[in-house]
Nanobody
């Protein structure tokens, strides 16, 4: 069982930066593939970024590649998403997710994740 709590959302101007974090409970955090997803009003939840157990593998959606960076600190049971060069279209609720996968796996589909946080709002003004 893993419980996830996101933090760090807020309001930022276009072109700015924001870092959202996810704190996980549970002794086996390091055995989970972690992901970030987002959902804007009236839209489906979409994949943003994912990272494997030890952080050796990552994957990003085309819309954030080169601007966002996912990282994890297994000793601290945290995963973070550094967001740079933010655009108004990045506005959404950002969700952290954990999925029990093989060690090098990354996962881009929501069905690959068993545990979800409650989300944190990120708003980018133009």
């Amino acid at each position: 069982q893993v419980q996830l709590v996101e933090s760090g959302g807020g309001l930022v101007q276009a072109g700015g930066s924001l870092r959202v974090s996810c704190a996980a409970s549970g002794r086996t955090f390091s055995a989970y593939t972690m992901g970030w997803f987002r959902q804007a009003p009236g839209k489906e939840r979409e994949f943003v970024a994912t990272i494997s157990w030890k952080g050796s593998s990552t994957s990003y959606s085309d819309s954030v590649k080169g601007r966002f960076t996912i990282s994890r600190a297994n000793a601290a049971n945290t995963v973070a998403l550094q967001m740079n060069s933010l655009k108004p279209e990045d506005t959404a609720v950002y969700y952290c997710a954990a999925g029990f996968r093989s060690p090098q796996s990354v996962a881009t589909h929501p069905r690959s994740y068993q545990y979800w946080g409650q989300g944190t709002q990120v708003t980018v003004s133009s």
